[in-house]
């Protein structure tokens, strides 16, 4: 009785919405390594933790608020105590901040905020307002600016080299772009009804796809280039395997995965873009032993 007492109480609606976001997170601080990595900075743990308890406290605020699109994309949400949501956000961005503050570094925890700010409320000149949500594509290249324009100012604090930053920030920019896309597929219904024309919404699947693989594949000839230049640090194992599974992946996955029989289709997409940064390290640390 006590072990299905538990049991109910993590699968409430609350519970499931305090820990809608732990994964992403994780997969965010990791990211921060693998970005350290490719500028030839030594790792930072608490840094890679501050990242992760604000990117965590970023996307749970957005489902503890009142969510136009959530309500039909994520359903299992509904009913969950958005007070509750809205402390562990506030203590977890506490946590990262007050880290990343120890170390100088100003900007990047509010870099989200103000960017999800103008996002919403769009930026005004004079009488006019320039409203970006709505836009194709535009929540995608939000969401790529956000968290690679916040691991690039991470980097910038001990990587003096602007290109590498730079090149950093390219690449995240887009890859989380990408992935962002690649989730739209499955949520174009609640999407087009609080008025957000993601990519999959405007262009239709198979052509989105096209466009993600063009860019996928020049992103990666850039880095290769910048390998043999030496503007980023040799990290193959971690640039191959980012190219190779993604690759395949958006050559393979469809949306109708998402409701498939098999287990391995519908965690296909969740595998791939969650868990890429954490296989490529193991990857990586098995090929050095």
């Known amino acids: 009785m006590k072990i299905f007492s538990v049991v109910t109480f993590f699968d409430t609606p609350t519970m499931r919405l305090l820990n809608s976001s732990t994964v992403v997170a994780i997969a965010g601080g990791l990211r921060l390594n693998i970005a350290f990595l490719l500028a030839g900075l030594g790792m930072r743990i608490p840094e890679y933790c501050a990242f992760a308890l604000i990117i965590y406290a970023t996307y749970t605020l957005d489902r503890a608020l009142d969510c136009r699109e959530d309500a039909i994309n994520k359903c299992e949400l509904i009913g969950a105590n958005g007070n509750i949501g809205i402390f562990a956000c ?6 990262g901040t007050i880290i990343l503050l120890q170390d100088g570094i100003f900007l990047a925890p509010f870099f989200p905020f103000i960017i999800g700010y103008i996002y919403t409320h769009g930026i005004k000149v004079g009488p006019y307002t320039l409203r970006l949500k709505g836009g194709a594509g535009v929540k ?3 969401i790529g600016l956000t968290w690679g324009g916040t691991i690039a100012l991470i980097v910038s604090h001990w990587c003096n080299a ?3 930053v730079l090149i950093i920030f390219l690449f995240y920019g887009i890859k989380l772009f990408i992935t962002s896309c690649i989730n739209d597929f499955k949520d174009v219904r609640g999407d087009l009804a609080a008025g957000i024309r993601t990519l999959p919404a405007t262009l239709g699947e198979e052509l989105t796809k096209k466009v993600l693989i063009l860019m996928h594949v020049s992103l990666h000839g850039v880095m290769v280039y910048a390998v043999f230049v030496h503007l980023i640090a040799d990290e193959r194992v971690i640039l191959v395997y980012s190219f190779v599974v993604n690759l395949v992946f958006l050559i393979l996955y469809s949306s109708s995965f998402e409701q498939s029989s098999h287990l391995i289709f519908r965690r296909m997409r969740w595998f791939v ?6 296989i490529s390290l193991l ?3 098995g090929l050095a032993a």
């Open 90 to 95: 506030a203590v977890a961005f506490l946590i």
């Open 140 to 142: 995608n290249a939000i």
């Open 162 to 164: 602007v290109t590498t």
């Open 273 to 278: 873009i969650y868990w890429e940064s954490a």
């Open 283 to 285: 990857l990586r640390a």
